[in-house]
């Protein structure tokens, strides 16, 4: 059973569509996070949320706290935004989902 | 600042070799946490520090493996002695705080172990 689960697990877009990266947790938190790995490995944190919705550019998270849901939204999608996304909770433990993998194709 | 710093980038070494790794939070950060990422498991938390002191360290998969953090500035991972299935990317990150903040995370140490 994973604590945190994520979906889809893989993403085609083409530029300029709308994404939706979804995830589901099981556990009591007290964060989440959002993560972005682009192919070269490196990973940097999008978004920290533990209510409501964050902006950033053409990056939105939102988070339901009693659903236990958090969506990561791209507007206006580019290549540059292909990477891995992952979604991670922080309570009494560390959770991370799987990733979803993303391309965006010009 | 400079970001988290990690040393080395990559490491190869043969199956029973001692292994370090290194990281140098941003500094001010009171929170630093050592990740492995492997295909097989994704992303896992193995150990991390709050003001120097080991809260967690339930990820750490085994007494080959230790973690120390002597001062605000510095830390290593130790595997000792490696195996081929220890092959990962290790990364650091730090925060300011252990959940409350975002974290910033270190290039990574791609380690092999042959």
């Known amino acids: 059973k994973n604590e945190v689960e994520q979906s889809p697990q893989n993403l085609t877009a083409q530029e300029g569509e709308f994404i939706t990266i979804n995830c589901s947790y099981s556990?009591?938190?007290?964060?989440l996070h959002w993560l972005q790995q682009h192919p070269g490995g490196g990973i940097v944190s999008l978004f920290m949320?533990?209510?409501g919705k964050k902006k950033h550019g053409r990056l939105i998270a939102t988070i339901n706290i009693q659903e236990k849901h958090s969506s990561l939204h791209i507007t206006a999608s580019h290549p540059r935004d292909s990477a891995v996304y992952i979604c991670a909770v922080t309570g009494n433990q560390f959770y991370f989902g799987t990733g979803t993998s993303l391309t965006v194709i010009p | 600042d400079a970001g988290v710093i990690q040393s080395p980038r990559h490491e190869v070494t043969e199956m029973g070799q001692e292994v370090t790794l290194r990281c140098k939070p941003i500094?001010?950060?009171?929170?630093l946490f050592w990740y492995r990422q492997t295909m097989m498991r994704g992303l896992e938390l193995l150990i991390y520090f709050n003001n120097n002191v080991p809260i967690d360290d339930s990820g750490m998969p085994e007494d080959r493996f230790s973690a120390k953090m002597p001062n605000a500035s510095f830390s290593t991972l130790k595997i000792q002695p490696s195996e081929p299935r220890d092959s990962a990317v290790y990364f650091c990150?730090?925060?300011?705080?252990?959940?409350?903040?975002?974290?910033?995370f270190g290039p990574g140490t791609r380690l092999t172990v042959l």
């Open positions: 500094s001010g950060h009171n929170s």
């Open positions: 949320l533990s209510s």
């Open positions: 556990v009591g938190i007290s964060a």
């Open positions: 990150a730090s925060s300011l705080t252990r959940s409350g903040n975002e974290q910033f």
